[in-house]
């Protein structure tokens, strides 16, 4: 979709901002430059949509040499967003994302249906904030407002100034969450330009590491960029924690969980004791007849009358199938639990759980062979999942079983941890 041939951009003086650069965006791939101050990144982007022309070399996109195109036609057909949004302060938010088709000439019905389709996508209200004015939203929303305004004609292409760099944390890493599963659905060829490996990292289908002088150092997946950094400054501005950068880019993978012993939720409670007295065990995972996780239950709950379901305590560390070793990782530490469950995305099945040694073992072989998407074209993949805002939690509402908020020998926080055995057990229920 997007190429440059041997670009270099000089400036009056000899200073060069872009050295010789050959680099091609595939079509839907979301390409992070990164680098130093300095390095050339957002020059390289700005030649993109001729903001500034090439002093040498060629650029296409989607096979025509952009120098033969009129720049303001050019313009319209690709969306821009930046570091400070650059809303219009007097115009509301339905007129700033309208800019573009008001320009292409685009009638009142169409313009503001696009509006509204829009701020739906990314997480506004259309009946709330249509008619507010910029000066009335948090930082975080008029990020969103430009993101919007930037895909208002619907362009094949998107380029991103370090558009979450001047948020919070908290927001910047909602916005980032909220990007990747935009992107999922609009599959934009995107240039997006950041100082930070991590947001490169976790962003990225493809990442080009820029040196000063505009030279490019390394131009490769995130996980092959982890794995083997092409030179010294790469290793170096990757940084010496790369090994543990790599499990935002690892998925969980089935090969790795154990399968603790399960009890059907529909089961008698003196069953269920006397399955895990013949089997050794003191717990077991409750599941429910479709195979949903329910919960677990502890060898000493299962007495008196009634089925397992009802007496199934809460699993609070689980992750979908397509999550990263990253978030996997994070609860665990989360729930101070020992292990975490793994679910099959589009079912809620259960699978298995995921114990440190899994993740320890995941990510070793990981890192030793490269693996990851290593060499091939990124764009349509999936990368590993983040968890998900708004997920339904096992044990919580309808998916959820009685007696879960962690009494009768369990806290809250420990509530996915084998009975037994500490909230820092290593093992999966029934060890």
């Known amino acids: 979709m997007i190429r440059l041939d041997h670009v270099t951009k000089r400036y009056p003086g000899g200073s060069v901002a872009v050295d010789d650069l050959t680099l091609e965006v595939g079509e839907g791939e979301l390409c992070v430059l990164v680098g130093p101050s300095g390095c050339g990144k957002t020059t390289t982007m700005r030649m993109v949509n001729r903001l500034t022309d090439p002093s040498e070399g060629r650029i296409s996109v989607g096979g025509t040499d952009i120098a033969t195109v009129d720049p303001v036609e050019l313009r319209r057909g690709i969306g821009y967003v930046i570091q400070q949004v650059g809303l219009f302060p007097h115009l509301t938010v339905a007129q700033n994302v309208a ?3 008001r320009l292409l000439g685009w009638n009142r019905a169409r313009t503001a249906s696009r509006t509204g389709e829009l701020l739906e996508l990314v997480g506004l209200d259309p009946g709330t904030f249509r008619d507010r004015y910029p000066d009335q939203l948090s930082g975080g929303q008029r990020q969103r407002v430009g993101v919007a305004r930037a895909l208002a004609a619907d362009p094949p292409v998107l380029l991103m100034d370090e558009p979450f760099g001047a948020i919070d944390p908290v927001t910047r890493d909602r916005l980032q969450q909220e990007f990747l599963r935009l992107q999922a659905e609009v599959r934009k060829t995107v240039v997006f330009v950041t100082h930070d490996i991590d947001e490169a990292v976790r962003l990225g289908d493809r990442i080009a590491v820029f040196r000063q002088g505009g030279v490019l150092e390394q131009y490769a997946t995130p996980a092959d960029l982890l794995a083997r950094p092409a030179s010294a400054f790469v290793e170096d ?19 790795d969980l154990e399968h603790p012993p399960t009890v059907d939720a529909a089961t008698g409670l003196a069953e269920a004791r006397r399955r895990m007295e013949s089997d050794g065990v003191q717990t077991a995972v409750v599941v429910g007849s479709d195979g949903s996780l329910r919960g677990w239950i502890g060898r000493r709950h299962a007495d008196g009358d009634g089925t397992v379901g009802e007496r199934a305590r809460r699993i609070a560390a689980w992750v979908e199938d397509d999550a990263s070793l990253r978030a996997a990782f994070s609860e665990m530490l989360l729930h101070d639990a020992g292990w975490v469950a793994v679910l099959e995305r589009t079912s809620n099945r259960y699978l298995g759980v995921l114990t440190p040694d899994g993740l320890h073992a995941a990510l070793r072989r990981s890192i030793d062979a490269g693996q990851d998407h290593a060499g091939q074209d990124p764009a349509g993949q999936e990368r590993p999942g983040e968890d998900r805002p708004g997920r339904e939690r096992p044990g919580d509402g309808a998916v959820g079983a009685p007696g879960a908020d962690g009494r009768d020998g369990a806290t809250s926080r420990q509530a996915g941890v084998a009975p037994g055995a500490g909230p820092r057990a290593a093992g999966p229920p029934g060890r």
């Open 99 to 101: 800019t573009v088709p």
């Open 237 to 255: 501005f990757v940084g010496t924690d790369r090994a543990l950068k790599r499990l935002s880019v690892t998925a969980v993978d089935a090969a």
